[in-house]
C-alpha cells in the first residue's frame, strides 16, 4: 500500500472531529442545549475517525497476505 493511502488518515481524524464539533455546536445554538450537540457530534466525529483508521488497517493486512 502506498503511504500516501494511509497518509490521509491523521488528516481524516481532524476533520471528522472538527465537522462533528461545528454541526454540533451550530445544533447547540439552533435548539439551545449547549453543550450536548457538540459533545454528541464530538464523540460521532472520533467513532468515524475511528472506522476509517480500522478500514485502512483491514486493506492494509488485506494486501500483506496476498
Do not use: N
Not at 461545528?22 to 466525529?45: E, K, N
Amino acid at each position: 500500500m502506498a503511504s500516501w493511502k494511509v497518509s490521509y488518515v491523521g488528516i481524516f481524524f481532524g476533520v471528522a472531529i472538527g465537522i462533528g464539533y461545528f454541526t454540533g455546536s451550530w445544533l447547540d445554538d439552533r435548539f439551545h442545549a449547549q453543550p450536548w450537540f457538540s459533545v454528541a457530534g464530538m464523540i460521532l466525529g472520533v467513532a468515524a475517525a475511528f472506522r476509517e483508521l480500522l478500514r485502512v488497517a483491514r486493506q492494509y493486512q488485506r494486501e500483506q497476505k496476498d
